[in-house]
């Protein structure tokens, strides 16, 4: 062996060892975060000292809370002057919480189900590596969720299905000639088979039918659920649509996108709703009666669209034009660059702000409680707290309210960070 | 030393330009331009910045939109019908300076997407194809990264294997190699030099000079929009006529 300086032969290697004391887990982070300068500490102990007397406040309300009970003064002679919640205005109305105070008792088990069948159809659309073909059935399941929860017969929404995938056929056999032509030709095709299927399901009112359920008898958080996810799943199509109609070098067609995004964005929801109520139903002939939660549907989804729009334009400037100029030059046409270039990349910059707004709409579902619809918040105010037995248990009721709603927004947000993360490491 | 000799130049016409003019608003870009591209010969378009070069190649694959004049390339004149464009732009590969590839798909799926959807080819023989021209371009082993994980040359030449799977007759390079670090511009000229030694036609907007004299067989001088002056390499180094050549040759090769 050299008995050089310079040259160095290590023999033995050095085994892992874990950091000091003061450099690792709780020590290390309590010393950072919590006690690293006076005033640190000071804001430390407040908090503490805050967080220590909501707690040691509230939490005989809840412990104390009473859930057997059958009217708010038999709560309070349980109590006997202890301070307590009665959640048994909950559990005594619950049904009337969750599906209204008209939907027919014994027919529970059909929004039930809708709801089970709603988590299996969403699947496959959010979570892209579940296996493809069950897209088939979150293609059938609205018209599916329409039967369980309207009721009547079956005929119904399943001509309302084959009429849509007629359409959609003819379209494709004859788009290849024009656009327009196959857009013409589908429409008429499509209302043939629903003006013919409508004699047909007339006739047999009674084939398979259930409980018809009219919808002025929809209520509670299914009602908040069904207006969401409906104007929601609509809206966002359609906010891509105007998106890219208000980017088009078409004018009639970019003026119609660009008046229609602001005017809606420019009027309070509350006002459409009201228009919704009172005023559209003058624009439908006088002995059609088209259902106030349709009319409720269509505003929301307009409502929410016009902002959709506006988070995807965002997201379709934000990317350079080179992407459109080498998706042209490779010579793939308008649609097929749109799909295939341009919306995976401009709805991924979007998706924080498509959440935004989604879960906004979510909860201006409750917003329907001021023209007189009963949803979970119209059931409170109204049905609930106007009987003489509940009056008075705001916080009980508004608490749950604020607790359901809590649960499935934080639900969403969280799904749309985890498929931010998802989409980023597929890029990088 | 000059190999564009042993490279064949037929006659038949690949790019025809007549008397095009071009105005963004009010501003005139290209003014009576008149250019010739016989199918085979290798053009290099240079000038100073500003000048119209990109706008010039940028009208052969109707990128951009001319106001007056003709441009026939490949046989079809080019007018606003779409179909026209759509088929124009897929027989005419385009490089950009900053490559444009597609960053949400693999290197594998940028190459197979346009004969997929364009040529209606089955995804297996698309596949085959990208592999072919990705192993041409000497990166056949990055195939399923995306094309973050890739370095500005290989970038360069995943777009070019891109536009070759399309199997263009002419091939527009607008400034390919001026992003990129010099190391890295050797091996996308390369690539170059063998797409002209294959036969390919080629326009390329470029300020490699050493490149012009080895592949090019005509130089095109711009300047204010207008073809200035253009000659075989050869004489356009050695012995330019115009007083705005001289000057851009003396910025350019001078120290
Ligand atoms: N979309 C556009 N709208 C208006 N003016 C434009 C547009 N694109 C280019 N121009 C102008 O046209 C002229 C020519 O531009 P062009 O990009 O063709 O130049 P160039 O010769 O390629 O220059 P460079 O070497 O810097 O790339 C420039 O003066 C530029 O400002
Ligand atoms: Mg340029």
């Known amino acids: 062996m050299a008995e050089n300086n310079a040259s160095f032969v290590r023999h033995e290697l050095i085994k892992e060892q874990v950091p000091p004391v003061s450099q690792r887990g709780v020590v290390k982070w309590v010393s950072e975060n919590l006690i690293s300068s006076p005033f640190n500490v000071i804001m430390t102990l407040l908090s503490l000292w805050i967080i220590y007397s909501i707690i040691v406040n509230s939490a005989p309300w809840?412990?104390?809370?009473?859930?057997?009970?059958?009217?708010?003064?038999?709560?309070?002679?349980?109590?006997?002057?202890?301070?307590g919640a009665c959640f048994a205005v909950l559990k005594e109305r619950f049904p009337?919480?969750?599906?209204?105070?008209?939907?027919?008792?014994?027919?529970?088990?059909?929004?039930?189900?809708?709801?089970?069948?709603?988590l299996a159809a969403l699947a496959p659309v959010l979570f892209r590596k579940l296996p493809q073909q069950l897209l088939g059935f979150s293609a059938i399941y609205p018209f599916l969720a329409y039967w369980l929860i309207w009721g009547g017969t079956p005929l119904v929404p399943v001509i309302a299905f084959l009429g849509l995938a007629f359409g959609i056929y003819c379209f494709r056999r004859f788009s290849a000639r024009s656009f327009a032509f196959g857009v013409v030709i589908a429409v008429i095709a499509a209302s043939l088979f629903w003006v013919l299927g409508g004699y047909l399901s007339e006739a047999n009112g009674t084939f398979l039918a259930l409980e018809a359920v009219p919808s002025r008898d929809m209520g509670g958080l299914m009602l908040n659920l069904l207006l969401g996810t409906i104007a929601c799943s609509i809206s966002i199509p359609l906010g891509v649509i105007l998106a890219l109609g208000r980017q088009s070098n078409m004018p009639i067609i970019k003026w119609i996108c660009v008046i229609f995004i602001e005017f809606i964005r420019g009027v309070p929801l509350i006002t459409l709703l009201f228009v919704a109520n009172v005023i559209l139903a003058f624009f439908f002939p006088p002995?059609?009666?088209?259902d106030l939660i349709l009319r409720v549907i269509i505003m929301m989804t307009f409502f929410n669209s016009a902002y959709i729009a506006e988070v995807v334009r965002g997201g379709l400037a934000a990317l350079p034009t080179g992407q459109y100029e080498a998706a042209n030059s490779l010579g793939l046409d308008y649609a097929q660059s749109m799909r295939l270039i341009i919306l995976p990349q401009a709805l991924k910059i979007s998706i924080p702000g498509i959440v935004n707004v989604s879960v906004g709409m979510l909860k201006d579902t409750t917003l329907v409680s001021i023209i007189s619809m009963f949803d979970l918040v119209g059931m409170i105010r109204g049905p609930i707290l106007a009987t003489s037995?509940?009056?008075?248990?705001?916080?009980?009721?508004?608490?749950?309210?604020?607790?359901?709603?809590?649960?499935?927004?934080?639900?969403?947000?969280?799904?749309?960070?985890?498929l931010e993360r998802q989409l980023e490491t597929s890029n990088r | 030393m000059n190999r564009q000799a042993k490279l064949e130049v037929s006659d038949e016409v690949a790019i025809g330009i007549q008397g095009m003019n071009k105005w963004f608003g009010s501003f005139h870009v290209l003014r009576d331009i008149d250019l010739t591209v016989n199918r085979g010969e290798r053009i290099v378009v240079c000038g100073p910045s500003?000048?119209?070069?990109?706008?010039?190649?940028?009208?052969?694959?109707?990128?951009?939109?001319?106001?007056?004049?003709?441009?026939?390339?490949?046989?079809?004149?080019?007018?606003?019908d779409i179909k026209n464009i759509d088929k124009i732009r897929s027989e005419v590969g385009m490089?950009?300076?900053?490559?444009?590839?597609?960053?949400?798909?693999?290197?594998?799926?940028?190459c197979t997407l346009a004969q997929i959807w364009v040529r209606k080819i089955p995804q297996a023989q698309a596949e085959e194809t990208a592999m072919h021209f990705l192993t041409k371009v000497k990166i056949p082993e990055q195939a399923d990264k995306y094309p973050g994980q890739l370095s500005g040359g290989q970038q360069q030449r995943v777009a070019i294997a891109r536009s070759l799977c399309m199997r263009p007759r002419i091939m527009l390079f607008d400034e390919p190699t001026s992003a990129l670090d010099p190391e890295m511009i050797k091996e996308v000229l390369d690539t170059m030099i063998e797409l002209a030694e294959d036969g390919m036609t080629m326009m390329v907007v470029t300020h490699e000079m050493g490149f012009a004299r080895q592949v090019a067989n005509r130089v095109?001088?711009?300047?204010?929009?207008?073809?200035?002056?253009?000659?075989?390499?050869?004489?356009?180094?050695?012995?330019?006529?115009?007083d705005r050549t001289k000057l851009f040759l003396s910025q350019i090769l001078g120290h």
């Open chain 2, 95 to 110: 490089l950009f300076q900053h490559f444009n590839l597609f960053p949400h798909l693999t290197i594998l799926e940028n």
């Open chain 1, 389 to 418: 037995e509940w009056n008075g248990v705001y916080w009980e009721l508004f608490g749950c309210a604020a607790a359901i709603f809590f649960v499935i927004c934080f639900s969403v947000s969280k799904y749309s960070q985890w």
């Open chain 1, 287 to 290: 002995d059609t009666s088209i």
């Open chain 2, 220 to 242: 095109i001088f711009m300047d204010e929009g207008q073809i200035v002056e253009q000659n075989e390499p050869e004489e356009f180094f050695n012995n330019p006529q115009s």
């Open chain 2, 50 to 80: 500003g000048s119209g070069k990109s706008t010039l190649i940028r009208c052969v694959n109707a990128l951009e939109e001319h106001q007056s004049g003709q441009i026939i390339v490949d046989g079809t004149e080019l007018t606003s």
């Open chain 1, 96 to 118: 009337q919480l969750i599906y209204g105070f008209k939907y027919p008792p014994t027919e529970y088990w059909r929004p039930n189900t809708a709801v089970v069948l709603l």
């Open chain 1, 62 to 83: 809840f412990i104390n809370g009473i859930w057997d009970a059958k009217s708010v003064r038999e709560c309070y002679d349980i109590l006997d002057g202890v301070s």
